[in-house]
């Protein structure tokens, strides 16, 4: 029997934990169906009397040892990320990039602004409403990206564990720049890990194939450089147009452009 996963909406088998496309944990391991082998029923046999055979001190001891009729299913890792999954993760790291420009553009404004004499601001007058419409638009392709965000399973934990593990990063950046004394990088050490842990395991479920997502985007990209070299090949003997060439090359760019975001993303 066949069901579709809630997140993805990809068609999954109904006996699945986890989705086999992104790692969705399907239902609780209670709720999946227990199957029952159906025993053979034999009628009774007369009792024959027999001489009790003595058992032996190790014999008496030992328990029955009882096998499992049906050994533990192993879980499927996905062979393929869903593209509703790369594009939601694609969504928020151009969002964070906007939020960057934003930023710097402000600041630049501030910087013009609070620095410069009369002169200096006359001289570039025409800047600031440059940086202003640039603003703009920025705003309104941060708008439209919005639009398109929807919530991904966990994500305010993978949030929690990203923030968790740069601290943990900066404390290992200053502890070797000896601002921070041993006993105090310790401490504080054991303290992050503690927390680390305890993130992990609450995602576990969900998220047990985030791992195995890195490989699947790093084999990607090299799938996608590898098509940008046969297509130079195809240039070169003439199959595609110079314009047909670059068309094509600066559409693989973007793919791998896409995919190299995402996993940075990941690995953070």
Not at 137 to 159: F, H, I, N, V
């Amino acid at each position: 029997m066949e069901i579709k996963c809630s997140f993805c909406k990809k068609t999954i088998s109904i006996e699945d934990n986890y989705c086999p496309y992104c790692g969705f944990k399907i239902k609780e391991e209670e709720e999946k169906p227990i199957k029952i082998s159906e025993e053979k029923v034999t009628q009774p046999q007369p009792e024959t009397k027999q001489a009790p055979v003595p058992l032996k001190p190790e014999q008496e001891k030992k328990p029955k040892e009882i096998k499992p009729e049906v050994a533990p299913k192993e879980e499927k890792k996905p062979e393929k990320i869903p593209e509703e999954i790369i594009e939601q993760y694609y969504i928020r790291v151009k969002i964070k990039q906007y939020d960057k420009k934003l930023k710097e553009h402000k600041e630049k404004i501030d910087s013009f602004l609070s620095e410069l004499n009369e002169q200096e601001l006359e001289e570039i007058k025409d800047e600031i409403p440059k940086l202003k419409e640039a603003i703009d638009k920025l705003k309104q392709k941060r708008k439209e990206l919005l639009a398109d965000k929807k919530p991904l399973p966990q994500e305010d934990l993978l949030e929690k564990r990203k923030r968790l593990r740069k601290q943990i990063s900066n404390l290992k950046n200053q502890f070797h720049l000896k601002e921070i004394e041993p006993h105090v990088y310790e401490k504080l050490k054991k303290e992050y890990d503690d927390k680390l842990k305890k993130l992990n395991d609450k995602l576990q479920d969900k998220y047990y194939f985030e791992e195995n997502w890195q490989k699947l985007l790093t084999r990607d990209i090299e799938k996608q450089e590898e098509q940008l070299r046969i297509l130079e090949g195809r240039l070169k003997v003439g199959e595609l147009t110079k314009k047909s060439y670059e068309n094509k090359k600066n559409e693989i760019n973007k793919k791998i452009e896409k995919l190299s975001l995402l996993l940075e993303e990941l690995k953070l």
